[in-house]
């Protein structure tokens, strides 16, 4: 996924720059203390896991303003910006990438060419129910996504011949075999960067972003 605005790329790089090295924390973010069952902080710059780094980022990218760059990361972070548990977009494929479909373009068709190619994931509560009970996410009926939803990938085989290609900034999500036990497939998210020594994935993992 990618944004064509030189300029918000340029700021996305470089925020997301100044958090490398930053502390590794699953799901550091949360829906503030006191609010059950995830009291951790809304916002935070001093720990990230993939996709906080991603979120806050972006925000900070699009608001310079602290207040306003918030309000963005909620929008990114919560459906209709209601900030709950349960209205928090915890699966990629068929919450966060659908619902913020108006911040970025998916560019991987463009990129790969006939290389690329589609794939799905089927959810129902049904399913949903049989998931691996490590996944603590008790949600209500009606917010466990319903439905087959369909992306496109490049192939990891494939992936070298398309490197180059790829702008920097752009959002790469890694996608894991299906599972029914796994109500998603998308597993971990990083971001392009394009240098004279090759191409770099920025994201935040054990060890520091």
């Known amino acids: 996924l990618h944004r064509s605005d030189p300029d918000f790329v340029s700021r996305f790089l470089k925020i997301s720059h100044r958090f490398e ?57 919560y459906s209709e910006g209601k900030v709950d548990f349960a209205w928090r977009k915890h699966f990629p494929e068929s919450q966060w990438l659908p619902e913020n479909k108006a911040w970025l373009t998916d560019i991987t068709q463009q990129v790969g060419g006939e290389l690329a190619q589609p794939v799905q994931k089927t959810i129902t509560p049904a399913l949903y129910a049989k998931r691996h009970q490590v996944l603590e996410l008790e949600l209500p009926k009606e917010r466990i996504p319903n439905g087959t939803f369909r992306w496109w990938i490049i192939p990891t085989d494939k992936i070298e011949e398309v490197m180059a290609r790829i702008p920097s900034g752009t959002l790469l999500w890694i996608v894991r075999n299906d599972f029914v036990s796994i109500p998603f497939r998308i597993s971990h998210v990083g971001i392009v960067v394009q240098r004279k020594g090759g191409t770099f994935l920025r994201h935040a993992k054990e060890g520091g972003a």
Do not use: I, K, M, W
């Open 21 to 77: 090295g930053a502390t590794y924390v699953f799901s550091p973010l949360g829906e503030g203390p006191g609010h059950a069952p995830d009291p951790d902080p809304l916002f935070r710059t001093d720990a990230f896991d993939c996709l906080s780094l991603v979120e806050t980022s972006l925000a900070l990218a699009a608001e310079p303003d602290l207040d306003h760059a918030l309000q963005t990361l909620t929008r990114l972070r």
